[in-house]
């Protein structure tokens, strides 16, 4: 491969890529490319609360993060200005004119119909017909890469499985060649099992250039996981853990504020330690931005739920030695404290989902809004590596390309 296989991007790549967000929601996907130095040209939300949600937070994590893209002001923080139906067809059409040729589009849809606890109506629901409003503004737009993320339902349901395959053949009639994997967080260190259909796709000319230039293509995600080889156009980043949910004797449920199982603590190796609930909260006081933040109406069960029985529909009580389920407060789910009888606070659901301390959201935001911003989002740290994934495919694409 030559000169192409000594790759260094964290060195030798400072560049910015220019990015379009769909259902933006409060940035938490949008944070991870940021602090890989993907600059928002624009971020597409219809709800009004997330709206004031994501400029407030971003504002003051630009202000204070120490990260090399935001401190050397290689990115800056664009404000949205206005609520946008994205699968109003005239909007479509509109940002395809506008943002022609730029790099990237990163997005979710509201993933309810396609959720297992949500209301499961597939690509018929309103919600799930936001698949094909990504699927335009793609056809519209011809980025260079795109970046698709939702429940894992809509891949390993049959019915729903309909629609993404829907999705992915369009992808590729469209000249984008695509991976695809359910990834989970605790595989990449935070504590949190959120398992995720994740897609990502380079247009077909990037990597004709790629595969002329010396680089190698595969579709083996247990290959593409699990390797450090840049001669690869693209993979994933590399697990940390494979199957962390079964591999070690995790503590079972323990009494609520009962006694600690020492023997049950002494078998979790040291570098599984990263993702219990205890470590993402370690270092949290009244002084920590929205951590005094939660809602205050109580119940009995509060005081009879066990520490770890996370399987119940509703009330689940997290396990300080264990990793979170899936950050979900919707639906009437309620995830109590492993130690207090109360709902988590908003740090400590953003703690889950990898969010930096200095994303804040702002207190006149209403809990049911600020729960909801982190409950649709994507772990912010998981964001990050795929970006850094992605970037390192564009770097190849520069030197191949000048």
């Known amino acids: 491969m030559g000169v192409y296989k000594l790759l260094d991007v964290n060195i030798s790549d400072n560049r910015t890529h220019s990015v379009l967000s769909l259902f933006s929601g409060g940035g938490l996907l949008d944070l991870g490319f940021i602090n890989q130095g993907f600059q928002i040209e624009k971020a597409l939300e219809i709800n009004k609360s997330f709206i004031e949600g994501y400029n407030y937070a971003m504002k003051d994590y630009f202000s204070n993060t120490s990260n090399f893209f935001v401190s050397q002001k290689l990115v800056y923080h664009k404000d949205i200005k206005e609520q946008v139906d994205a ?9 395809g004119n506008t943002y022609q040729g730029i790099t990237g589009i990163i997005g979710g849809p509201p993933c309810q119909d396609y959720s297992v606890g949500g209301k499961n109506e597939g690509i018929k629901g309103e919600r799930g017909k936001l698949i094909l409003s990504y699927l335009n503004f793609v056809k519209s737009v011809r980025p260079a890469f795109l970046f698709f993320e939702n429940v894992a339902g809509l891949y390993r349901t049959k019915e729903h499985r309909k629609g993404f395959t829907y999705l992915i053949e369009n992808l590729k009639k469209n000249g984008y060649e695509l991976w695809f994997d359910i990834l989970n967080p605790l595989e990449y260190g935070i504590p949190q099992d959120r398992p995720r259909i994740i897609v990502v796709g380079f247009r077909k000319e990037i990597v004709s250039k790629l595969l002329g230039a010396g680089f190698s293509l595969s579709h083996d995600n247990q290959k593409l996981k699990n390797t450090n080889s840049e001669e690869l156009i693209f993979k994933w980043p590399k697990v940390l853990f494979h199957d962390p949910k079964n591999s070690i004797d995790w503590p079972n449920r323990w009494g609520f504020m009962g006694q600690e199982m020492e023997e049950e603590i002494s078998k979790i190796p040291d570098k599984y330690k990263v993702l219990q609930v205890s470590r993402a909260f370690s270092g949290l006081t009244e002084l920590t931005p ?50 207090e009888a109360r709902r988590l606070t908003v740090r400590e659901a953003l703690r889950l989902q990898s969010v930096p301390d200095e994303y ?43």
């Open 290 to 339: 929205n951590q005094k933040e939660f809602f205050k109406p109580k119940s009995e069960k509060f005081w009879v739920i066990e520490e770890g029985d996370t399987f119940r529909k509703s009330f689940k009580r997290l396990h300080r030695y264990r990793f979170s389920p899936t950050v979900a407060y919707g639906n009437n789910e309620v995830h109590l404290h492993p130690t």
């Open 360 to 402: 804040i959201l702002p207190s006149n935001l209403t809990l049911t809004s600020k729960f909801k911003i982190i409950s649709n989002g994507v772990p912010t740290k998981q964001a990050e590596l795929i970006a850094l994934e992605i970037r390192k495919t564009l770097y190849k694409y520069s030197l191949v390309d000048s």
């Open 87 to 95: 699968s109003n067809q005239e909007i479509q059409k509109e940002i």
